[in-house]
Antibody, heavy 128, light 108 residues
Framework: QVQLQQSGPGLVKPSQTLSLTCAISGDSVSSNSAAWNWIRQSPSRGLEWLGRTYYRSKWYNDYAVSVKSRITINPDTSKNQFSLQLNSVTPEDTAVYYC??????????????????WGKGTTVTVSS | DIQMTQSPSSLSASVGDRVTITCRASQSISSYLNWYQQKPGKAPKLLIYAASSLQSGVPSRFSGSGSGTDFTLTISSLQPEDFATYYCQQSYSTPIFTFGPGTKVDIK
């Protein structure tokens, strides 16, 4: 059974860096089929995909345009986990942050992607 | 960017009712549509992927249909544990996943 365990501070000061970690059990961050994602949820923005990291013979990252200049997602193969760093935060970054696995289902020539395993969420407040 | 809308935004229903939630995409997304259930203080839970495929372990009273721009999630007989918020999500433009605004199902 795959589980994701999130950790990180719940309070970050404006202009500082938000850092969260997602530890994986039951799967590998180096999986050749899964991708490892960060999503956040706030009343004003709803559920918002932030970015992902995945391994397909080498490491790849993709980021949402809304945060692309401020975000880094890194894998850590030695600890089987991945992390989120969001720089220069403002109160608008206040949200519940989730990590999630994206898996793939093949149906003939088509590939379908879905978030099948989620962390429990971390409430992050940006305030001085 | 693909935008997702849902209707209604909320509904009240009784145990045993048949409930239908609609999701619409701003452009055709074929069958690249997932449904999630979220309860207060919890992470979303995958119910349906690829518009109509039931995720393992999800009760068969949940079903999904549709393709192109219009999709529905149906709960055939609402149970007490089904009171929650439901979200649709497009995966057509992977890796950019877009969620709908949600439909809250509460007790009548």
């Amino acid at each position: 059974q795959v589980q994701l365990q999130q950790s990180g501070p719940g309070l970050v000061k404006p202009s500082q860096t938000l850092s969260l970690t997602c530890a994986i059990s039951g799967d590998s961050v180096s999986s050749n089929s899964a991708a490892w994602n960060w999503i956040r949820q706030s009343p004003s923005r709803g559920l918002e995909w932030l970015g992902r990291t995945y391994y397909r013979s080498k490491w790849y990252n993709d980021y949402a345009v809304s945060v692309k200049s401020r975000i880094t997602i890194n894998p850590d193969t030695s600890k089987n986990q991945f992390s989120l760093q969001l720089n220069s935060v403002t109160p608008e970054d206040t949200a519940v942050y989730y990590c999630a696995r994206v898996e793939i289902a093949a149906a003939g020539p088509y590939y379908y992607y879905y978030m099948d395993v989620w962390g429990k969420g971390t409430t992050v407040t940006v305030s001085s | 960017d693909i935008q997702m809308t849902q209707s209604p935004s909320s509904l009240s229903a009784s145990v045993g009712d048949r409930v239908t939630i609609t999701c619409r995409a701003s452009q055709s997304i074929s069958s690249y549509l997932n449904w999630y259930q979220q309860k207060p203080g919890k992470a979303p839970k995958l119910l349906i992927y690829a518009a109509s495929s039931l995720q393992s372990g999800v009760p068969s009273r949940f079903s999904g249909s549709g393709s192109g721009t219009d999709f529905t999630l149906t709960i055939s007989s609402l149970q007490p544990e089904d009171f929650a918020t439901y979200y649709c999500q497009q995966s057509y433009s992977t890796p950019i996943f877009t969620f709908g605004p949600g439909t809250k199902v509460d007790i009548k």
